[in-house]
């Protein structure tokens, strides 16, 4: 099995810019698309991006960037000019595959880091 953690998170102002990290241990990072979603509380599980194994990404926000660095099996989501709604615990997912917006797509969670923006 794969073993993800993620950290990272904290409190942040708005404008303020944080980076998340996500390293996985267990099975070999090869050939795994990864993803970073977010959940607030009271609301569902959201897309945020996702990365290919070979680099290839997609988010909807601008603002985040996802990249990942194979040989130190490990994924960031670099998030720029933070806002109040951006406030979420964010967690990274791993497939096997190509990625996903889907949630229910991934197989391996970690367990989350909170993100918080407020004044």
């Known amino acids: 099995q794969v073993q993800l953690v993620e950290s990272g998170g904290g409190a942040a102002q708005p404008g303020d810019s944080l980076r998340l990290s996500c390293e996985a241990s267990g099975r070999t990072f090869n050939n795994y698309a990864m993803a970073w979603f977010r959940q607030a509380p009271g609301k569902e599980r959201a897309f945020v991006a996702a990365?290919?194994?070979?680099g290839g990404s997609t988010n909807g926000r601008g603002r985040f960037t996802i990249s990942r660095d194979n040989a130190a099996n490990t994924v960031w989501l670099q998030m720029n000019n933070l806002r109040p709604e951006d406030t979420a615990v964010y967690y990274c997912a791993a497939i096997l595959g190509g990625y996903s917006e889907y949630a229910g797509s991934y197989e391996y969670w970690g367990q989350g880091t909170q993100v918080t923006v407020s004044t």
């Open positions: 990365i290919n194994w070979s």
